[in-house]
């Protein structure tokens, strides 16, 4: 039988061709751009905006800053302590100033600039912080001038062997006493100045002046402590020296041994027991000396 083969499949190749275009890329125009320089007139009202909002707000702030300070300030002057470090005089014109300047805040001041508002405030503050300042001295100064003689005492003390322990020379700790010295001194004639005021004048010396002087020494103090240890020198073993006359001296009143403890290095052998009690046993005719005959005994 013919047996009919299977066709071949044909294999269909595609050919693929490129071709080349040139494209045009324009810009569009954007409707809803700005141009640069409106961009930069907008930053520029929008910073100002900025600013006048904050001034506002600092005028705001001032206006009610003045009203509460002279408010509080006539209570203040009220008070018991104020009475002891001022005059009568002092106070009335004070409050009068105070009084003037919150109707002017109610009247020509409604409307004031943040300026006038800061420099009204400043000139009532010049007054009454010196006053403020005579009433808290008052209570500062003996416990700040307690603190410091504590303060001294307790410096002294950890100065006491700083030279040994820490490496701090003499000349550094004399001119580190010396400035604690020269602090007291001023402190001292401070306090005799002051007594010398009455309590209506402005003190000569404050706590916070005297605690600005104690800290700077503080921290010279704290420094020397926190020096390195100083590394104990060595003892030298000490050198005896011998006069060769009194040496010869010496050796002529000695003995040149010690016989009681010299060991000749043998000793006497015991006597046996048995020699020990040979001898004592026997009778009254035992022979002695030199020619006494041997004893035989023949039974």
């Known amino acids: ?13 595609s050919s693929v061709k490129l071709r080349q275009f040139t494209l045009t890329v324009a810009k569009l125009a954007n409707p809803n751009e700005l141009p640069t320089s409106a961009i930069r007139d907008s930053r520029s009202k929008l910073l100002q ?29 009220e008070n018991e302590s104020t009475r002891g470090v001022s005059t009568d005089e002092e106070r009335e014109t004070f409050a009068s100033s105070l009084l003037e ?6 009247d020509d001041g409604e409307d004031a600039s943040l300026e006038e508002y800061q420099e009204k405030l400043d000139s009532l503050r010049e007054i009454g912080n010196r006053i403020q300042l005579r009433v808290v001295e008052v209570e500062n100064r003996p416990t700040a001038s307690a603190l410091f003689h504590e303060w001294k005492d307790q410096a002294f ?25 020269e602090l007291e001194s001023w402190l001292e004639t401070k306090q005799e ?10 003190p000569v010396w404050t706590s916070s002046e005297l605690s600005s002087k104690t800290q ?7 420094r020397l402590l926190r020096r390195r240890k100083r590394t104990p020198t060595p003892t030298p073993t000490p050198v005896i020296e011998i006069d060769p006359e009194a040496q010869e001296e010496g050796d002529a009143n000695e003995l040149p041994f010690d016989f009681d403890n010299v060991n000749f290095g043998f000793e006497e052998e015991p006597i046996p027991i048995e020699d020990q009690t040979e001898g004592a046993e026997g009778s009254d005719d035992a022979p002695e000396g030199e020619n006494a005959e041997p004893v035989h005994d023949e039974l």
Do not use: H, M
């Open 1 to 13: 039988e013919n047996v009919e083969e299977p066709a071949l499949e044909e294999e269909v190749v």
């Open 49 to 77: 905006l900025n600013r006048d909002d904050k001034r506002r707000l600092e005028r705001a702030e001032t206006k009610n800053e003045l009203e509460s300070y002279v408010y509080a300030t006539l209570d203040f002057l």
């Open 101 to 106: 300047a919150g109707d002017w805040l109610y």
């Open 157 to 181: 003390a950890s100065l006491e062997n700083i030279i040994v322990e820490r490496n701090v020379g003499e000349e550094e700790l004399e001119e580190y006493i010396t400035e604690i010295r």
């Open 193 to 202: 100045e002051q007594a010398a005021l009455s309590p209506y004048d402005d």
């Open 216 to 222: 700077v020494l503080d921290s010279t103090l704290k």
